[in-house]
């Protein structure tokens, strides 16, 4: 499995977020903000602790101080935003901020760091459960069918069996990935 994928799919998913919260007037953001607080949160941990610490090796010390520099950045934007209300003077900016720090973000990740360490399959493949065991931990949903995408049915059967999932041999693909996104979810 190619856990940059499930990062990939994290991205699409924020950027979905702020979409939603940009459309969304004055307390029907605050549950939106929140899941962006949640989602950036964890997603940020999450690199921190299994992609970085790997990827170095292969991209070099600086990508890795980099993306945690711009994580450091990342919370410093996203406590202005959750610290200010939704009505509040200054919340666009806040938010426009933080929007901007995360386009560059993703942009270097997806367009630098994982087509580098794609090279690499070896690498990969030593992350592909550490990534999905760290999801787990961290609460942080994975989309069935951005799972389904981002990987082989040979692979989610091999992170179904790790994740102890019961008759997953007879699983087609969909069913596979529906199983992972659901332990993930802690279903």
Known sequence: MDPTKLLEA???????????????????RTPLIEELRTSL??????????????????????????GNTEHELARKALADVVDLGPDEPGFGAALDALKAGIEH???????????????????????????????????????????????TKDELLAEARNAGIEGAASMNKGELAEALAGVMAGD
């Open 41 to 66: 949160t964890a997603h940020m941990e999450l690199e921190e602790q299994t992609l970085y610490p790997a990827m170095a090796p292969v991209t070099g010390e600086e990508a890795v101080e980099e």
């Open 105 to 151: 973000h993703v942009e270097e990740e997806e367009n630098e760091v994982f087509p580098e360490l794609r090279q690499d399959g070896a690498i990969l493949e030593r992350l592909a459960t550490p990534i999905m065991t760290k999801r787990m931990e961290l609460g942080l949903p994975m989309d069935a069918d951005a799972l389904a995408d981002a990987s």
């Open 10 to 28: 994290d991205h699409r998913s924020v950027e979905e977020l702020f979409d939603r919260i940009e459309q969304a007037e004055g307390d029907d």
